[in-house]
Each structure stands twice: as C-alpha cells, then as structure tokens.
C-alpha cells in the first residue's frame, strides 16, 4: 500500500535582482561608503584573529591519560597503528637539560608501535601524530621513566624516580604505508 502526501505548495514570490549602486553623488556619501569599507575590514580582521586564536588553542591537547602535547607543525602522511614500523626523531629533556637528541642523527630511530621499545608516553603520542607531524609533549613519570627513574650514562645525566620530563617528537616515516601512497599515487597517473 503505498501512500501519498499532499501538500499545498506556497506560491512563489517575485524577487527583483539586487539594485545597481549608483555612484555617490556627494562627498558625505563617500565618506559614509568609507567608514562601512572600514567596518568590514575591521570585522574580517577581527574574525581572523579569533580564528587563528582558537586554533592555537586547540593544538594543545590532552588525552584521557596525562600525556599532554602541542601541535608544532602538521603532517599530512599516514597515522601510525599498532604493528606499524616507524620511523621517529626525538629530543628529551629533564629540567631544561637535554638527555636525548636524535634530530642530530642521520637517520631517524625505527621501532614497531607497540613493541614496548621505546616510553610509554612516547609511544601514545606516535599514536596520535600522521607522518611530518611534531609534538612536544610532556610525561609525567608514570609515562617516562617511572619509580625507578634513570641512571646516568655516558654524557648523559640521571633522570630521578617519578620526574616529569618533556619531548619534541617527529613522526618522519611509516615505511610499509609510504611504499602503499606511492604505489597508489603511481596507479592514478596512470589512469587506475
């Protein structure tokens, strides 16, 4: 059984195009053309702003565990999974002190996400990052080096028990899901 629905439609208004402007015919018309011009500069400007404030605002985050981190510079590449082979650089830090340094390095530090290699808090923020992103991020202890703290080492000093310590972290590659982009980048060139 189907069933109909009848409505009466609203009948259609006239609308006349939108007046031509004519040009002022006087200064003060001018001047009143001006100070609206003004106006809207000053309310795009404004709204740019808090844009651009927001924003800000919201490339610090904080997760449901007490990582926190900021968004430094955007990626656009692949997101990491659990399994995933990647290719990450990091700079640690303890009270100002830097213990950790790879941005120095020539190739970046790879691990398997969820091997356990590398702090736990590190680890959530990969999760977190796409390919070409930077965080820095802060671990409380219980993400960083926990209860037992760090022992110092070649040039490298000791990281008390419970310290919260901070990072700037670069997601530089997902080397299975790049050679995935640039096969299916390759197929559209050629008409797939």
Same mark, same amino acid.
């Given at each position: 059984m189907a069933f109909v629905l009848s409505m009466p439609l609203a009948p259609l208004k006239a609308?006349?195009?939108t007046p031509l402007r004519s040009p002022p015919i006087c200064a003060s018309q001018s001047v009143a053309h001006a100070r609206r011009m003004n106006r809207r500069t000053a309310l795009v400007t404004l709204a740019t702003s808090? &844009?651009?404030? /927001?924003?800000?605002? &919201?490339?610090?985050? $904080? &997760?449901?565990?007490?990582l926190q981190y900021k968004v430094v510079q955007s990626?656009? +590449?692949a997101t990491p999974e /659990? #399994?995933?082979?990647? !290719?990450?650089?990091?700079? +640690?830090?303890?009270? #100002? %002190?830097?213990?950790d340094n790879l941005f120095n390095e020539p190739a970046p530090y790879f691990y398997r %996400? +969820?091997?356990?290699t590398i702090l736990k808090g590190l680890e959530e923020? %990969?999760?977190?990052?796409?390919? #070409?992103d930077v965080f820095e991020v802060t671990l409380? +202890? $219980? /993400?960083?080096? #926990?209860?037992? !703290?760090?022992?110092?080492s070649a040039g490298k000093p000791s990281i008390?028990?419970?310290?919260? %310590?901070?990072y700037t972290i670069e997601l530089t590659t997902i080397p299975g899901k790049d050679e995935e982009l640039l096969e299916s980048i390759e197929l559209n060139d050629i008409g797939f």
């Open positions: 609308t006349s195009p808090a &844009t651009a404030f /927001l924003l800000s605002q &919201t490339a610090n985050s $904080e &997760t449901t565990s007490p990626g656009s +590449g /659990l #399994g995933d082979l990647v !290719g990450i650089r990091f700079k +640690g830090s303890y009270n #100002g %002190v830097v213990f %996400v +969820g091997s356990g923020a %990969v999760l977190l990052m796409k390919v #070409g409380p +202890g $219980e /993400l960083a080096f #926990g209860r037992k !703290g760090r022992r110092a008390p028990p419970n310290a919260t %310590v901070s």
